[in-house]
């Protein structure tokens, strides 16, 4: 006969996966970064004269840019409501809703009728579906940094992070490569049914992205503290009287996001409109300098996991303000080299070294990290201010 005091056999600890949880971050966010890069693109080259016809083409231009504009408001709208559901249901669910979410919306643009075709309809449509497209970019640039966080080992956290902004470079190469050649076909083509392409292939990314997050486990912090019944009721509570002052130095930070998108975007107008490159020119070299980021990111996280992140992330923030002013320079000069070259100090470097640096880690003695997993999603961005340190 046992003994009622017998001791219960242990429960194994929940496992840490920090290279699968890398790879599913780096696939969700390759996914959700190529569709928002492809609307920027789209923006620029396309719906001026698809969505927004004027007589003045400027106009046009301004129509296109403001759509783009509004999944920025979007945003961090995903990120908060989002945000409160990880916290409540688990990571990997709401991940996964992401995903869908960017996918339909994408996939639904590539269907979008013409400003010809329904009229007003037409544009009203097509900020409707950025509007999703914003609001699950949003949740899954704090969903994945988070759930990578949570799987990363201490001391490695810049590193293995720094791959959902790998994931970003990764989105935006493959979005650009696939313009190219939608460039190259003849006008009509390209307006009538060309654009559309790029929108319909991103249900392939989403595919494997998708089926990538499936297998992948829940955090070990949100499994401990769900089986504590740590789970806050309200996430958003804890998060303001833990580190309010965390969230305001992140909204100052969040300002450096629009580098990307005035180089990206704005700059691929003014080159094909004002300065007099061939689309395909500047489009490579986008595709070329935000590639090589992929290398640059996590180089620059390794080193801010041994120096700290504050002295890179500051410099890189200066230096990335400092040479968009460059960039826009070299496209007045009408020499491609210098384009290049230019892009590659800006983006590569810079821009590289800023994400890469300790934007998606944390240090181990966040007081939420040590306890319970309060509002992440929120935070996860607040551990990585200067004022954290490591």
């Known amino acids: 006969m046992h003994s009622s005091s017998a001791p219960q056999p242990a429960v194994p600890a929940p496992r840490k996966t920090p290279g699968k949880a890398a790879l599913a971050s780096f696939l969700g966010s390759t996914l959700e970064y190529y569709d928002f890069f492809i609307y920027g693109t789209a923006a620029a080259l396309v719906f001026p004269h698809l969505f927004f016809p004027s007589a003045d083409p400027a106009i046009g231009l301004i129509g296109a840019f403001a759509t783009f504009g509004v999944a920025y408001v979007a945003r961090p709208v995903g990120g908060l409501v989002m945000g409160h559901f990880g916290d409540k249901l688990g990571r990997k669910k709401i991940l996964l809703l992401t ?129 504590s019944r740590q789970v806050a009721p309200m996430p958003i509570k804890e998060v303001l009287r833990f580190q309010a002052p965390d969230v305001l130095r992140v909204v100052g930070m969040s300002i450096m996001s629009v580098m990307q998108t005035i180089f990206t975007v704005f700059g691929l107008a003014y080159a094909t409109s004002s300065a007099g490159f061939d689309r395909a020119s500047i489009l490579t070299v986008n595709a070329v300098a935000i590639g090589l980021s992929m290398f640059t990111m996590p180089l620059a996280a390794k080193v801010s996991d041994r120096i700290g992140r504050r002295p890179l992330m500051l410099g890189a923030a200066f230096g990335c303000s400092a040479t968009i002013f460059l960039y826009f320079l070299s496209l007045s000069s009408g020499n491609i080299v210098l384009v290049f070259l230019t892009a590659f100090l800006n983006m590569t470097l810079l821009y590289s070294g800023f994400n890469g640096s300790g934007r998606h880690s944390s240090p181990s003695s966040s007081p939420l990290l040590s306890a319970t997993p309060v509002w992440p999603w929120a935070t996860s961005l607040a551990w990585s201010s200067p004022a954290s340190g490591r």
């Open 99 to 227: 995903l869908g979410i960017m996918g339909l919306a994408s996939l639904g643009i590539g269907f979008l009728p013409t400003y010809g075709q329904i009229g007003v309809w037409a544009p009203i449509l097509l900020v409707a579906g950025r509007l999703a497209q914003g609001f699950s970019a949003g949740a899954e640039s704090a969903g994945a940094s988070t759930l990578t966080l949570e799987h990363s080992p201490e001391g490695k956290r810049g590193f293995f992070t720094s791959f959902v902004m790998t994931g970003y470079a990764s989105g935006m190469v493959l979005a650009t490569l696939v313009f190219i050649p939608v460039t190259a076909l003849p006008q009509e083509a390209m307006m009538s049914w060309g654009w559309r392409i790029p929108f319909w292939l991103s249900i392939m990314v989403l595919a494997i992205a998708y089926w990538v997050r499936t297998h992948l486990d829940e955090t070990p912090v949100f499994e401990e503290a769900q089986e």
